[in-house]
């Protein structure tokens, strides 16, 4: 691939329909889901993507069931324990979102993977957990009221949860087509795709197409192609 987008985020939506489908718990989907995950994340590694943010957990996914809720969490923690593989594959993690209400080991975890994968470079990986667009840009607002500095684009980006280039591409599977509170600031011009295929069923092929056609896409950012 020539042209390989600097940063990737994706919805990961349809687990729960996905078991739904085979007679199965929701925990089926989300397991197959972070598998997929994982699988993508390799993908991502290889092509040469830098950034790969995934919506794992949204501020309005705390209106699931508790049991369900548990789970998701429970998952985040598996993947979070992977020190090994982040190590050989020189992965950066961090997570973006607010830490209220999240259960404290899981709090601990992220602290921990956050400050032992800050020197590695060949991809960063973004878990949006407990993550909230909009609760996002107001946080960064208040961030710059209690500093006294003006608001402005640029300030807002620097108080951002993290201080990441903004997405050149957000995927969505499932089927939807909407952005659902998923970085509402950075995606301003970001090239949007959305895949009819649940997010247990996403292939690393679909992946690739995907990013083949972001190759022949034409990105302007309001000006003109091709002036000056």
Known sequence: MKNVPTHVAIIMDGNGRWAKSKGLARLHGHKRGLDVAE???????????????????????????????NNLFSLADRYLSQFEKFCK??????????REGLPSKLVEKID?????????????????????????????VKALNKKGEEITVEGIKDNLYNKLPEPDVIIRTGGQKRLSNYLLFQSAYSELFFSDTLW?????????GILQEYEHRTRNFGGIDGAK
Do not use: H, M
């Open 200 to 208: 247990p069923d996403f292939t690393t092929d679909e992946y690739d």
């Open 112 to 140: 921990k993977i956050q400050r032992e994968t800050s020197n590695f470079n060949a991809i960063c990986v973004n878990l949006c957990i407990n993550y909230g667009g909009q609760r996002e840009i107001v946080e960064a």
């Open 89 to 98: 594959d020189r992965i950066r993690v961090v997570v973006s979102g607010e």
């Open 39 to 69: 699988r993508i994340i390799d993908r991502s590694l290889a092509v040469g993507v830098k950034y790969l943010s995934l919506y794992v957990f949204s501020t309005e996914n705390w209106k699931r069931p508790e049991s369900e809720v």
